[in-house]
């Protein structure tokens, strides 16, 4: 609905500033085909031109690799009663009132053409080469369509009157105006909210007026133009013929009466060409929506911060300090109580945002913040893609008012540290409504002694790493992953968490997507990136290869 509307709303803003160039340079001059051609053309530009997406190409930066803690996933779930009903929603009455208004006026059309034929079938018709000539007493006025002409029983063609009648209506024929009218009738009919074909439809039919005017008057226009006002009160039929007797007489008599060319008149026409090419570029060139970097590394383990033995900085994006910010430290910031409190904490104060519940949104929040080296939260955001429903909003709300957390230290001293902390929002369907919302939360088993060859850690003395290491891994990435062309298309982008396992022998295993699907292809070209990667050097504990889970965020960015 959104996409319609904006189409529809370009459509519009295309049509009425070519339109409008009409009226202010071309309008009411004698390049009559000149006119006839460019209304047409405006009408199928401003059809196709929002259509377009053509690519600018923008210079594209070199990405920065980023290593942050990541906390275990906190699952947040919401019970809902399904309603009985789906309820009409108000995207559903626009559509189905739009589509019966588009039905009847195509109706209108059909039910017209329909007339046309069944008067022929009840009329006399003599083939009079390249037309054919239809006379009956139903006919009100001569009228033209395509290569019939209908002649009324009160018009002599004999006389000095019939004959210019009848070279008028001869010119609709050799010009083909019934085809401009068919076309213009049944795009106003599809298009009937874009008021500026209405427009456009009733000036094309004026310029075929004064076309056929001009022609058919030839030297003798003083008695053409009375031959317009003797007979300028006869009715019409049809709304898409070519009538003698059209609306509104004094412009035709006063095109009939017009001899001087008009200053400019080349310039007026050329001077279209930067009007069309605003339009043109402003609607159909988008920025290159490419990648610029899809490898970056955020090296987690799924249920706990690890501990990386080489300290690592980063300068965050907003600073209220000139205090550096680390990402790996050898004591990472912990909730005050520890996860278990972390999660009771979340679950009391985390409110299911109502409209998210109405519309059965769900999905995973990724909240970034930096704890401070006095254990206060700051710089909180979201990362990845949002839900909607103001689920984001709600995360963020809940992690900002956070109470101190235990600082990280780094060589025994309190520094500001990086951490992640996602947040499944979920909903229990047929659940009973009382149960709302909780915490699911359980601890990673403490690694034994001794492990057994089946046993998947998440914890470890030693991370599993990509052999060479993690510019190895980034180049690995860069190579071998192609931005889908689905999603460059649809502005897809987000970051993708493929979870697997490292086995104790290095291949990987288990592969598959955490957290929401961000669509457009970007999960399934992360996971046939994973499982095409060569062997990794395994995770150790207690001197022992181990199996080890292993979480690999990939950012997908387009450059707007």
């Given at each position: 609905m959104n996409l319609l509307l904006a189409y529809i709303a370009k459509v519009i803003i295309c049509s009425a500033v070519l339109y409008g160039y009409y009226y202010i340079a071309l309008r009411n001059n004698r390049f009559h085909q000149w006119n006839r051609y460019y209304l047409v053309l405006i009408t199928?530009?401003?059809?196709?031109?929002?259509?377009?997406?053509?690519?600018?190409?923008?210079?594209?930066?070199?990405?920065?690799?980023?290593?942050?803690?990541?906390?275990?996933?906190?699952?947040?779930?919401?019970s809902v009663i399904p309603p009985a009903n789906p309820a009409i929603t108000t995207g559903t009455i626009m559509n189905a009132l739009y589509t019966l208004v588009m039905a009847l006026l195509l109706l209108r059309i059909l039910v017209s053409i329909f007339n046309i034929r069944q008067l022929i079938r009840r009329s006399r018709v003599q083939k009079v080469p390249p037309y054919k000539f239809v006379e009956n007493q139903e006919i009100q006025a001569p009228f033209s369509f395509f290569s019939y002409i209908f002649w009324d029983q009160h018009t002599s063609l004999h006389t000095t009157e019939g004959q210019q009648i009848l070279k008028h209506e001869l010119v609709h024929l050799q010009e083909k105006h019934s085809a401009d009218k068919l076309f213009m009738e049944i795009i106003t009919a599809i298009y009937w909210i874009n008021p500026v074909f209405h427009i456009i439809k009733r000036e094309l039919a004026l310029v075929h007026e004064f076309m056929a005017d001009k022609k058919a008057a030839?030297?003798?226009?003083?008695?053409?133009?009375?031959?317009?006002?003797?007979?300028?009160?006869?009715?019409?039929?049809?709304?898409?013929?070519?009538?003698?007797?059209?609306?509104?007489?004094?412009?035709r008599i006063l095109m009939l009466t017009q001899f001087h060319t008009p200053r400019f008149?080349?310039?007026?026409?050329?001077?279209?060409?930067?009007?069309?090419?605003?339009?043109?570029?402003?609607?159909?060139?988008?920025?290159?929506?490419?990648?610029?970097?899809?490898?970056?590394?955020?090296?987690?383990?799924?249920e706990v911060a690890v501990m990386d033995t080489t300290p690592r900085k980063i300068t965050p994006q907003k600073e209220t300090a000139s205090e550096p910010v680390f990402t790996f430290v050898e004591q990472p910031p912990v909730f005050k109580g520890g996860e278990d409190s972390l999660s009771s904490y979340l679950a009391r104060n985390i409110k299911y945002p109502k409209e998210a519940v109405a519309k059965k949104i769900s999905g995973i929040v990724f909240v970034q913040f930096v704890v401070d080296k006095k254990g206060n939260v700051t710089n909180a955001k979201?990362?990845?893609?949002?839900?909607?429903?103001?689920?984001?909003?709600?995360?963020l709300r809940v992690v900002?008012?956070?109470?101190?957390?235990?600082?990280?230290?780094?060589?025994?001293?309190?520094?500001?540290v990086q951490f992640n902390l996602p947040i499944r929002f979920s909903l229990n369907d047929g659940k009973s409504a009382t149960d709302k919302q909780h915490v699911e939360f359980t601890p990673p088993p403490p690694p034994p002694p001794s492990p057994r060859p089946a046993e998947i850690f998440t914890s470890v003395e030693q991370l599993p790493t990509f052999r060479g290491g993690e510019a190895a891994l980034a180049k690995y990435l860069s190579s071998n992953i192609k931005y889908p062309r689905d999603a460059q298309e649809h502005g897809i982008s987000g970051t993708v968490f493929v979870q697997f396992i490292v086995m104790d022998d290095g291949n990987l295993r288990d592969i598959h997507i955490v957290g929401a699907p961000k669509g457009g292809g970007l999960d399934e070209e992360a996971?046939?990136?994973?499982?095409?990667?060569?062997?990794?050097?395994?995770?150790?504990?207690?001197?022992?290869?181990?199996?080890?889970?292993?979480?690999l965020p990939i950012r997908f960015t387009l450059q707007e």
């Open positions: 199928v530009i401003s059809l196709l031109t929002p259509l377009l997406r053509i690519p600018l190409p923008i210079p594209q930066e070199e990405p920065s690799t980023m290593m942050s803690y990541t906390s275990r996933m906190i699952t947040l779930r919401e030839g030297e003798e226009v003083a008695g053409y133009a009375q031959t317009i006002l003797q007979m300028a009160f006869h009715s019409k039929q049809f709304s898409f013929t070519n009538d003698f007797f059209h609306p509104p007489i004094k412009r008149s080349y310039l007026r026409r050329i001077l279209v060409l930067p009007v069309a090419t605003g339009i043109f570029c402003s609607l159909a060139f988008v920025a290159d929506k490419r990648p610029s970097a899809i490898r970056t590394l955020n090296t987690t383990v799924s979201t990362v990845g893609r949002d839900p909607g429903a103001g689920i984001c909003q709600e995360a900002n008012s956070m109470p101190r957390w235990v600082p990280g230290k780094q060589s025994g001293r309190a520094v500001a996971i046939r990136v994973v499982k095409a990667m060569p062997k990794w050097n395994p995770g150790i504990q207690n001197k022992h290869a181990v199996n080890t889970e292993f979480n």
